[in-house]
């Protein structure tokens, strides 16, 4: 595989727009964003030098000088192609970056590494707990698909705990029925358990109520044809 992520690809995951940059009000006497600009692009410039030589020790720390400019679509873009480096350390080194970024516009090339064939298993297994760091419901599909069919109990056991910290409402029929399954792998059955205990005890996702319902809490009625 080579070391840049084909164009199309990259298109998809990098779709969504990057970490949305904080506001700042203008006190005086602040620095604002902008101001360390240049300190900023500097950082970028000499971490991408390192991620695009030759040198492994190199590599790696411009992946993690990449993981602390994580407003800058750059670093984003370089981690991503770095997910499917020939060197595994590389990769490896790039998914777990990315998931101590939690940035969830990378959650779809992620997903998408558990399926392909030629991903080895130990990068597989880092991508399960990045995304599970990550938190991104949207993985939480295709993880359950993961825990029915895989035939490594360690990456079934690796998408059930990462649903467990994702806390995702809907894997828990999946976890549940796995958890009640006498013929099922002990361990995993234990995981599973513990995977939806802690989704249970995670706050379910606010609702936004209906505008009827609006107008009725804040005590109007709704007019009559």
Known sequence: MTRRLR???????????????????????RTRPGQDRPAQSQKLDEALRKVNGDDRAARLEGLDGLGGLPDEAKAVQALLESVTDADVAVSVKAIDVLGQMKNKDTTPLLVQQLFLRDTPTDVKRHVLASLGKIGDPRATPSLVDLVGRAAD???????????????????LPTLEKLAKDPAADPTLRRLAEEAAKKIKDQPPPPTQPSALEADRRGGRQPISP
Not at 9 to 27: D, G, Y
């Open 7 to 29: 164009v199309s690809v990259l298109a998809v995951a990098l779709a969504a727009p990057t970490v949305a940059r904080a506001q700042f009000p203008t006190t005086p006497g």
């Open 153 to 171: 109990p360690n990456l079934r056991g690796g998408a059930i705990f990462a649903l467990g910290e994702i806390g995702d409402h809907a894997a």
